[in-house]
């Protein structure tokens, strides 16, 4: 069974649950108010309420006119590439020319070199410029904590106590062999 066919039968089931609702709710509350249920007066006014605004009517959506494409006079996807760039690829002996004149077209936006976006990945970078912040450099976060976490906030300090030569006592020298004192 398929995914559909569960939402359409739910939605059926809730439609008429609705409808059984509305057709009867009323001498369901009519009858309890007869048999003296409490507070039942303030249910019916509810109930009341409900259909009166259930009965209400519904302003009809207005349609929405058809958007009427104009045709382009040009069916170009691209914008025109300024001469100057075209002059790099074309004006150029050079071997590498063609990665020149790609390196100088990538430093455009997309929306200054192409009239839509072509594309759906590129509504994420289209108008870019117009929202986009500062970008905070980065490397210097990073060098704060460096900062603060391994290099020494005052001058070296004299190593502690338990660092130092044994007072008194004979130091010994020993190898494999043979051990002399001093």
């Given at each position: ?44 006014a509810?109930a ?65 070199k ?29 060098c ?5 976490t ?24 020993c ?8």
């Amino acid at each position: 069974m398929s995914y559909e066919f569960h939402v359409d039968a739910m939605k059926r089931s809730l439609r008429r649950n609705r409808w059984w609702y509305q057709a009867n709710i009323m001498k369901v509350l009519q009858d309890c108010k007869e048999k003296g249920v409490r507070d039942i007066e303030t249910s019916v006014a509810l109930a009341e309420q409900l259909f009166a605004i259930l009965e209400q009517p519904v302003a009809k959506a207005t349609p929405v006119p058809s958007h009427d494409l104009e045709p382009f006079e040009k069916d170009d996807l691209m914008k025109p590439v300024e001469p100057e760039v075209l002059n790099l690829l074309y004006g150029s002996t050079d071997k590498g020319a063609a990665e020149i004149y790609f390196k100088a077209r990538t430093k455009k936006a997309p929306e200054d070199k192409y009239y839509f976006r072509i594309a759906t990945n590129w509504d994420y970078g289209w108008q870019q410029k117009q929202s986009r912040q500062r970008a905070r450099d980065v490397n210097r976060g990073r060098c704060a904590i460096l900062r603060d976490t391994f290099y020494r906030k005052n001058n070296l300090a004299p190593d502690p106590q338990h660092y130092s030569q044994p007072a008194g006592g004979e130091i010994s020298i020993c190898s494999e062999y043979s051990c002399s004192f001093n």
